[in-house]
């Protein structure tokens, strides 16, 4: 099956909010394009995840992420910057796949995968 990965990496309004609106599109398009969608929060972006009381934009990105691990996407974080910043635990509980940001990119240059980055 054909893989879309979606990184979100920078932390300003548009890069959270276009990312997680691309993302819910193809949530919603991929099973009949046969296509697997994958998300990566990476970098200032992950910072957001464990992030509260930081503005309308903010939350409404964490409950995207939120929905989009409960329609079955697979959410990934960088396990480093999640130990580096004491949030592993928070972000397993909250659903998030944690990996070695090194190794989710070679598996996506194995699977050939597309993928966009805001």
């Given at each position: 099956m054909a893989k879309t990965a979606v990184m979100i990496f920078h932390d300003d309004d548009a890069s959270l909010r276009v990312g997680v609106s691309v993302?819910?599109?193809?949530r919603q398009a991929a099973p009949d394009?046969?296509?697997?969608?994958?998300?990566?929060?990476?970098?200032?972006?992950q910072a957001v995840l464990s992030?509260?009381?930081?503005?309308?934009?903010?939350?409404?990105?964490?409950?995207?992420?939120?929905?989009?691990?409960?329609?079955?996407?697979?959410?990934?974080?960088?396990?480093?910057?999640a130990r580096a910043?004491?949030?592993?635990s928070a972000?397993?509980?909250?659903?998030?796949?944690?990996?070695?940001?090194?190794d989710v990119f070679l598996r996506w240059g194995h699977e050939a995968a597309a993928v966009l980055s805001f």
């Open positions: 993302s819910e599109r193809m394009a046969g296509v697997e969608i994958e998300v990566f929060v990476f970098g200032p972006a992030a509260r009381d930081d503005g309308e934009t903010r939350e409404a990105f964490r409950e995207a992420i939120d929905e989009l691990i409960g329609h079955g996407v697979v959410v990934g974080a960088c396990v480093n910057v910043n004491d949030v592993e972000l397993v509980e909250r659903g998030l796949r944690l990996d070695f940001a090194r």
